[in-house]
């Protein structure tokens, strides 16, 4: 069944009390339950549906998106762990199973895991499969130094944040270079610091160079507009700057140089307001 585990639009064949039995391109029907449907459907209308499989491992229609389709990837939280495997919350009424032989590392019911959604072809049902490294490729050549990008967040390590890149490239965010809050699970907008020898990539929270300062000197300034002054200073204790900011003291320091070259603020003893103040 080549629409299982992706979104298709299928028509109506035919209505049962148990709701609307669709066509499918190989001759076959799937069931679209009642709780789907709309009441105002016909046949021969198109519904756009999830097709995936039920507890009892039967093909089913649902209208309802999961956060992964067929060979995605998705930070899923972990529901249930059992001596079978894990059942990962994917968005839908029945969890997606990741089986004990899919299990990179033990799951905790709770935390998020980078899981790829996969057919299990020995019971042609979906399944997820969280030993992500098979489906890495070496990052391309251009995926130079300043380059933007965006990326997903999915797992914290002592060297920092790993990040997947287009589904398909690993990146990581080293953890002396993280002064904001991040989230697994949260895509984002970053900068490609160096491509390494191996492929992977190591990434930024920030642009590299003037736009850097110019990103974090507008963000002090809507900060300036919001509240008016600023407790901070040059000689403000750096986890207070980063608390406030979610930026390195040295960082800070050259946005607040920059706005004063440009006129823009006004330094004083216990802190920043803007000139026209």
């Known amino acids: 069944m080549k629409e299982l585990g992706l979104i298709s639009k299928l028509p109506i064949n035919r209505f049962t009390d148990f709701g609307a039995y669709l066509a499918l391109s190989d001759g076959g029907e799937v069931l679209l339950p009642k709780g789907y449907l709309k009441g105002e459907e016909n046949i021969g209308d198109e519904v756009e549906v999830f097709v995936y499989t039920d507890s009892e491992d ?11 389709l067929l060979d995605e990837f998705a930070v899923l939280e972990c529901k249930e ?3 079978f495997g894990a059942f990962m919350d994917w968005g839908l ?3 997606l199973f990741v089986p004990n032989s899919e299990i990179a590392k033990p799951m905790t019911p709770g935390q998020k895991y980078l899981v790829r959604v996969c057919i299990d072809y020995k019971t042609d049902r979906l399944i997820g499969v969280s030993k992500y490294r098979e ?10 130094p300043g380059n933007a990008c965006e990326g997903l967040i999915f797992e914290k390590t002592e060297l920092g944040y790993k990040v997947l890149l287009e589904d398909r490239y690993e990146g990581l965010i080293y953890a002396n270079e993280v002064f904001q809050p991040l989230e697994i699970g949260e895509r984002r907008k970053l900068w490609v610091k160096k491509r390494r020898d191996d492929g992977k990539i190591d990434l930024q929270l920030l642009p590299t160079g003037r736009e850097k300062y110019e990103e974090g000197a507008e963000k002090i300034l809507q900060i300036l507009e919001e509240k008016g002054f600023l407790p901070l200073h040059d000689k403000s204790d750096p986890e207070e700057i980063k608390s406030l900011l979610g ?3 040295k960082h800070f320091k050259q946005c607040i140089g920059q706005l004063y070259k440009a006129r823009e603020i006004v330094i004083r003893e216990d802190g920043i307001s803007l000139s026209r103040d």
């Open 135 to 144: 489906f890495i490729y070496p990052a391309p050549k251009d995926y130079e």
């Open 247 to 249: 930026m390195s003291k």
């Open 93 to 95: 009424l029945k969890d």
């Open 58 to 68: 039967r093909p089913v229609a649902v209208t309802d998106r999961p956060k992964a």
């Open 81 to 83: 762990v059992t001596k």
